[in-house]
């Protein structure tokens, strides 16, 4: 149950479970693709706990969700030996160009992330790049970068500000 804290400031609880339930039924025939349900812990990233706890308002975790999913789109992070070729999307309309195939879509997203890395700047991209697309901790983050304890936060939360202009979020 979540604490009175919580309850009192009309925030999502961050142990949210959601669901992404995709159809399977019957026989599926040779060629088809099979869809499966998967559960994903919306408090997982550093991003979404600071969010869910009050830290960023939904415009700044909004502009971190983008640049993570540019981030993913383009495929930057480290690969696995498997082909992980159908990314989630949100329903945002901010994704790449429809008619593009794979490639296109990719460089894309790699054009829109330099972009946005560039927009923060060598000061603010690290510990934007860290946190949102590395899934660093805060404290961690610090620690790698030789920063005094708690001043991360406000690095980032500045940071998160300019990507909220570069990505052109409305209030």
Not at 36 to 41: D, Q
Not at 103 to 122: C, I, N, Q, V, Y
Not at 150 to 169: C, E, N, P, Q
Request: charged residues 25%.
């Amino acid at each position: 149950m979540p604490s009175k804290s919580h309850a009192n400031r009309n925030l999502p609880d961050p142990r949210l479970l959601a669901e992404r339930g995709l159809r399977e039924s019957g026989p599926v025939p040779r060629n088809a693709k099979v869809r499966r349900t998967v559960t994903v812990n919306l408090a997982e990233s550093p991003l979404s706990w600071l969010h869910a706890r009050g830290h960023l308002s939904d415009r700044q975790m909004l502009a971190g969700e983008t640049l993570r999913r540019d981030y993913e789109s383009a495929a930057l992070g480290p690969h696995v030996t498997m082909s992980w070729e159908n990314i989630p999307i949100s329903r945002q309309k901010r994704a790449a160009p429809s008619g593009l195939n794979r490639t296109e879509r990719m460089m894309s997203a790699k054009a829109r992330f330099d972009d946005a890395l560039f927009a923060l700047g060598p000061d603010l991209s690290d510990i934007a790049w860290r946190v949102i697309c590395v899934g660093e901790s805060m404290p961690a983050a610090e620690r790698e970068m030789s920063w005094p304890v708690r001043s991360g936060k406000l690095v980032f939360k500045i940071a998160l500000d300019r990507l909220v202009t570069f990505y052109r979020i409305a209030g």
